[in-house]
């Protein structure tokens, strides 16, 4: 492996930590919280568009809410998920994008 090829890893992890630590916000609760709803989240729904759009909608972030978005990418996208899958992600997106949660809190 040549080092540049190396080092292009490095920056990649790099970022993909900043990205995971912003997503954190203080007291880290989405990771401390949802265990593996998280990793099943950034499984399965980061491959079509960024994970962005969870915080564009976490200030309205209701469980009703993370439910339809959930069978909307099912349904509209085709988003691969199984009934348990998109039941544990509702379950993630409801305490780690509801209204309560750090994320929502920060004033941008
Ligand atoms: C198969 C591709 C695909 C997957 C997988 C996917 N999405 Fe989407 N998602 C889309 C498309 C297409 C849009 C709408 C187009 C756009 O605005 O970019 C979208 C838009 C969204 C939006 C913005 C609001 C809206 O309704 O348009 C949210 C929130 C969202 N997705 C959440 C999720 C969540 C949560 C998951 C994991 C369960 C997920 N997506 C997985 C394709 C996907």
């Not at 990649?12 to 954190?24: D, Y």
């Amino acid at each position: 492996m040549s080092p540049c090829r190396i080092a292009m890893i490095g920056v990649t992890f790099g970022f993909l930590a900043a990205v995971a630590s912003a997503h954190a916000g203080p007291g880290a609760e989405p990771e401390a919280r949802a265990g593996d709803g998280r990793e099943l989240f950034v499984a399965r729904c980061s491959s079509c568009h960024s994970l962005d759009y969870m915080d564009m909608h976490a200030r309205f972030g209701t469980r009703a809410l993370w439910e339809a978005e959930v069978a909307k990418m099912r349904n509209a996208y085709k988003a691969p998920l199984s009934d348990d899958e998109a039941k544990a992600i509702v379950e993630y997106l409801a305490r780690a994008y509801g209204p309560a949660s750090p994320a929502a809190s920060v004033s941008r």
